[in-house]
């Protein structure tokens, strides 16, 4: 009796078992499409992301290599530039050297000058004094003689003549 009750169950779940299937089979059939059209519109949307991804970092590793590029661009200018200055230093201390010598000797030649001419004053202002003190000297000795007075007289008028 029990293969027989075994045998009435399953005959019993057939209807179901079909009414499960047929359900079942027209949900995947209306669904199917939509479903279908979901899975591609997110393969899609995947692909797109995918590509954009990829795109981005193409461009980010051109912009990676064109910084280092910078960065070793920028590693060489500062030695340029620091080479740059280094010769500018030494161009404008020469300079400096060169002006400071050229200073020294316009100062030596003013001084010079500058002596030349106070010399000059001295030798004039003593030669006055020199000047005066003959004259004076010659005064007091032509004053005191008669006989000095006389000499230079006569001299003095050979002299005009």
């Known amino acids: 009796m029990e ?3 075994l045998k009435h169950q399953l005959l019993a779940l057939i209807p179901y ?3 499960f299937v047929v359900f079942f089979g027209f949900i995947i059939y209306k669904i199917k499409r939509p479903l279908i059209k979901y899975f591609e519109e997110r393969s899609e949307k995947i692909r797109e992301h995918i590509e954009s991804s990829n795109a981005k970092f193409v461009e980010a590793n051109k912009k990676f ?12 200018e500062c030695k340029n530039i ?9 161009i404008y201390k020469e300079n400096a050297i060169v002006e400071m010598k050229n200073k020294i000797e316009r100062m030596k030649r003013d001084m010079l000058d500058s002596f030349e001419t ?3 004053e001295l030798i004039r202002q003593y030669d006055q004094q020199l000047l005066a003190l003959v004259l004076t000297k010659s ?3 032509i004053k005191g003689n008669e006989n000095n007075k006389i000499k230079v007289s006569k001299n003095m008028l050979e002299f005009l003549h």
Do not use: G, H, T, Y
Request: charge should be negative; hydrophobic fraction near 40%; avoid cysteine.
């Open 82 to 90: 620091i080479n740059e200055a280094a010769k500018e230093v030494v």
């Open 17 to 19: 078992v079909v009414n």
């Open 118 to 120: 106070e010399k000059l």
């Open 139 to 141: 005064r007091n000795l």
């Open 3 to 5: 293969v027989n009750d």
């Open 65 to 76: 290599k064109l910084f280092q590029e910078k960065i070793n661009n920028s590693e060489n």
